[in-house]
């Protein structure tokens, strides 16, 4: 079938006649490209399949090459042509040997000679390859005899694992038979050993590099872990050790089963299909599946939404079940073909000791003596005793054990023996391994039997621009994160550590987001699902009912410290009777912590870490019956006192007498509690001593660069009457100037003094932040406050709304705008849900100037599910807004002017 397909398409073709010199002979070679590729996509667009596809262009590609090969052959005396005819070849090698070229894929190829033609092959040779390349190619080439040939191969995995599928094209047919035969005695049988490691070495390392799980969102088809590199290694290690390549040979040699060939042969039919998908929509070679490629190819399938599933959710959940088997089925060929060294063997043997009769705990796994294999994994209570032991001797379970148990295909009881639930139990109090048992449960099947709500989330993804993997292994990542805080020599170790009864804490981390993926909200949803499991597990009420609420409320937390006022002594008198004891906020605290970290890389920061801790360490202090420690008079007196102490240490008066140190108390008093209760005193002292020296019409800006986050907070201290909307105008500034603004503290004193802080990441230099870059934006930000320059002409000028929207948002999560009256006594919190775009900060803020409102807290892009801004306001005389109607009028203008900006923003994007 697909050899008429190639021949039918290759007649359509004629062959690359004599070529002209110079740049007719590149313009003609390029115009033959480009039909290839023009006949390949309207293949490949007609229905034809990826396997066919490939074939095509493969066949045609050969072509192409041969007759390359022979124009220049042409040039040459005839005594060279007969000499390069009979003592040289042309092999494909590579993707270009299996006959597997997508569009724009790189051509691969070995020029094999004797060396007794090197002199006038070696340049013979170039002259191909520089032809290839001047048209347009990107070729992977080189020119070796046949005893070079072999020495590389042994040195160079990669040179060693393309010579697996090499494929003559033209010249002697024996030596390319040589080359075969050496090849595969040489550097393969004699040494199949080293060739299998070397080859799962060079694989593991390109996994590293390109993504090591196969749940990352924009996967790269060809490298990340389950893509089309994985069936490569199982190629390899096929013929290392069957001397088979092809899926159907491995099956007739029992290397795999029938159902891994028949999923291996659907995974490489659809890889390559998004493959050869990307290339021809970039025009170039493009092996990543971005989040754009996503949409556009769930669009082009007719992909439907079902339930709460969007249709890229659903385009990419087949994609992950394919990359997951691929994966799988690779790391197992690799484990049964990858026999130990006897020495090794022995070493094992020795250093092994026997548990309970049965297992045998080796330096690396746990394995089961052979006469009670059977016996021991027959059951489900078996299996989880299995990994409660392997993870209670922090080892593993031997790979043919992880076998046996996924050929059971396990069905989920409908009910749980209370041998087996207590085994379940005794595995989550493990620490150390807990993360590893749990992942073998997963791919082995035996999770879902356990805990039926994971059939839901295998694979499911979260197509927002936050979430890097998948709900399961986002869940799975939270596990490994807990366990390490164990370690931890801070708030959140001495946490966790405190727990008593883990396996709760661990349960509620595997359920925290089982509910999503439907309609109704997760955190509602799985409440019921922590119910079932719980009930499913036989614990008693009081622990059912703490695992419930831990998944109910697991985004209360950082709901709070990343949005919240955790000053406001309501606020922390709400939370902690809604929490309820020491423990269940140890367990909420961890959790939140695990989720966060596990969202994706640097999500948790130093920043949130400190937040979360104080939300922590203030509620625990309230469920300590410690609350009279929250007097807020009685800490405003010690602050204050604190912050004089420290002014009067900086004076150069010796004398430091009475009337001095009521100017600073007076200067101190006239600042706002909400400033003096979350500024740290010496950061308050500098802040006063600037104020007290400062001319009154002086605009104060000064930055400060943080190591330990990589942020920069800018700080700006001027008259109100110098510097009136302040706020917008420095959130413009920074906009402006590339910044990421990451959160913002506002205060007024009572004589007004404006001091305002933001604290940022710039994205245009990495490390600390030279000087000249600060003393940029200082001076840009006094100019804008003085008048001298506007926000909306530096916005424009740095281009920045054209360069950040041409991204285009990744989600279709509405524009929100709601208002909080009952959080918080003293502010009406307003939450402003948007898609980020430069100058959204600025759009927000001069709104609320507009409206005469005075912000005096804000939280930025402060977000867990979308980007999210907080904002704590009073009207113009520092009062909470209490009427419905100007509420209602403060939204609506809100809304207004929010979509008008998007929508301009869109327009930018689209012109």
């Known amino acids: 079938m697909v050899e008429a397909v190639v021949r039918d398409a290759k007649s359509a073709l004629p062959m690359v006649p004599n070529l002209a010199a110079g740049a007719d002979r590149i313009a003609q070679l390029k115009s033959r490209l480009d039909e290839i590729r023009r006949r390949v996509r309207e293949r490949f667009e007609h229905g034809g399949s990826a396997v066919h596809t490939t074939a095509l262009q493969s066949e045609l590609f050969d072509e192409f090459v041969i007759a390359v090969l022979l124009s220049h052959l042409q040039s040459l005396s005839e005594e060279s042509r007969l000499a390069i005819q009979t003592q040289t070849a042309l092999l494909a090698v590579g993707g270009s040997g299996r006959a597997e070229m ?144 092809d899926v159907d040979s491995l099956r ?41 490629d996503q949409l556009r190819i769930a669009k082009k399938r007719n992909i439907l939404a079902f339930g709460a599933q969007l249709p890229v959710e659903r385009f990419m959940q087949e994609y992950f079940q394919h990359s997951s ?42 394995d089961i003596a052979r006469r009670h294999r059977v016996a021991a994994l027959s059951s489900l209570d078996g299996i989880l005793k299995l990994f ?44 150390g391994k807990l993360g590893v048992a749990l992942r073998g449960l997963y791919e082995t099947g035996v999770l879902e039997a356990v805990l039926p709500c994971w059939q839901h989330i295998r694979c499911l993804l979260q197509f927002n621009q936050y ?41 509620a981390l595997l359920l925290h987001d089982a509910g999503k993926g439907f309609e109704e909200d997760h955190s509602e949803l799985g409440r019921r699902l922590a119910e079932e499991a719980s009930t499913r597990l036989g614990l008693p009420d009081h622990q059912r009912d703490l695992v419930m609420f831990l998944v109910h409320r697991h985004l209360k937390m950082a709901d709070l410290a990343l949005r919240r006022d955790i000053g406001d002594r309501a606020l922390l008198l709400k939370f902690s009777h809604e929490v309820g004891s020491p423990d269940a906020l140890r367990m909420l605290f961890i959790l939140t912590a695990s989720d966060i970290t596990a969202v994706g890389p640097n999500t948790w920061n130093e920043w949130k870490a400190e937040l979360l801790t104080t939300l922590y360490e203030r509620t625990m202090l309230w469920l300590s019956g410690k609350s009279h420690l929250f007097d807020e008079s009685t800490r405003l007196r010690q602050i204050e006192q604190q912050v004089v102490d420290l002014c009067l240490a900086s004076t150069t008066n010796q004398e430091q007498d009475g009337a001095e140190a009521k100017e600073w108390q007076k200067r101190v008093e006239l600042s706002p509690s909400h400033y003096l209760l979350e500024t740290p005193p010496v950061r308050i002292a500098a802040d006063m001593r600037v104020i007290r020296a400062r001319r009154p019409d002086e605009i104060h800006v000064e930055a400060q660069y943080d190591a330990e986050t990589g ?128 100058g959204l900060l600025y759009e927000i803020t001069r709104s609320l100037f507009v409206l005469q409102l005075s912000v005096a807290l804000a939280k930025i892009a402060t977000h867990f599910d979308q980007v999210l801004d907080v904002f704590f306001i009073t009207d113009s005389d520092g009062r909470k807004i209490d009427d419905g109607e100007r509420l209602k009028a403060i939204r609506q203008h809100l809304m207004n002017d929010l979509t008008i900006f998007e929508k301009s923003a869109l327009s930018e994007q689209s012109a």
Request: hydrophobic letters at 40%; a neutral charge.
């Open 102 to 245: 997508c569009p724009y894929s790189d051509v691969d190829l070995l020029f094999l000679y004797s060396p007794a033609v090197e002199k006038i092959y070696q340049p013979f040779a170039a002259q191909v390859q520089r032809d290839l390349w001047d048209c347009g190619l990107k070729v992977g080439a080189s020119a070796r005899t046949l005893t070079d040939s072999i020495q590389w191969a042994k040195q160079e995995p990669q040179f060693a694992t393309a010579l697996v599928d090499a494929r003559h094209l033209w010249g002697s047919v024996s030596l390319t038979e040589q080359l075969q035969s050496q090849f595969r005695r040489k550097v393969v049988k004699s040494r199949r050993l080293q060739f299998i490691a070397d080859a799962v070495a060079s694989r593991d390392k390109e996994r590293a590099d390109y993504g090591a799980t196969t749940q990352q969102l924009e996967p790269d088809l060809k490298r990340s872990l389950g893509g089309l590199r994985d069936l490569h290694l199982i190629r390899w290690i096929g013929f290392a050790t069957y001397g088979a390549v």
């Open 252 to 292: 007739l040699n029992s290397a795999i089963t029938m159902e891994e060939s028949r999923r291996l042969v659907h995974a490489h039919e659809f890889l390559t299909g998004l493959r050869i998908d990307l290339h021809l929509a970039a025009g170039k070679e493009q092996d990543v599946l971005t989040r754009e």
């Open 325 to 366: 088997a691929v994966a799988d089925i690779a790391r197992r060929f690799v484990n049964r073909s990858r026999r130990s060294p006897l020495v090794e063997r022995i070493l094992r043997f020795v250093m092994s000791y026997r548990v309970d009769n049965i297992y045998y705990i080796g330096p690396d796994y746990v």
């Open 388 to 431: 409660m032991t392997a993870a209670r001797y922090h080892v593993t379970v031997a790979p043919h054990l992880l076998e046996m148990i996924k050929a059971q295909s396990l069905r989920p009881p409908t009910q749980l023996s209370a041998e087996a639930a207590q085994s379940f139990l005794a595995l989550l109090r493990t620490t």
């Open 467 to 507: 979430h890097h993997f998948t709900v399961d292994e986002h869940t799975l990542r939270t596990i490994e994160a807990a366990e390490g805080f164990l370690d931890d020599p801070g708030a959140l170790g001495q946490a966790y550590r405190e727990i008593h009864h883990k396996e709760l804490l661990h349960l």
């Open 711 to 838: 942020t920069v907070e800018y700080r700006m201290i001027a008259a109100e009457s110098v510097a009136s909307g302040c706020f917008h105008k420095l959130a413009g500034v920074l906009a402006a100037k590339r910044m990421e603004i990451l959160t913002a503290t506002i205060c007024t004193t009572q004589d007004g003094i404006i001091i305002d802080a933001m604290r940022v990441r710039d994205a245009d230099h990495a490390g600390e932040i030279p000087d000249f870059r600060t003393e940029e934006v200082a001076a840009a930000i006094r100019k804008v406050l003085r008048g001298e320059s506007e926000v909306q002409t530096l916005l424009k000028s740095r281009g920045r709304f054209a360069v950040k929207a041409a991204q285009g948002p990744v989600s279709d999560l509405p524009l929100q705008v709601v208002i909080d009256n009952e959080t918080s006594d003293r502010y009406t919190v307003i939450d402003v849900f948007a898609h980020d775009r430069p």
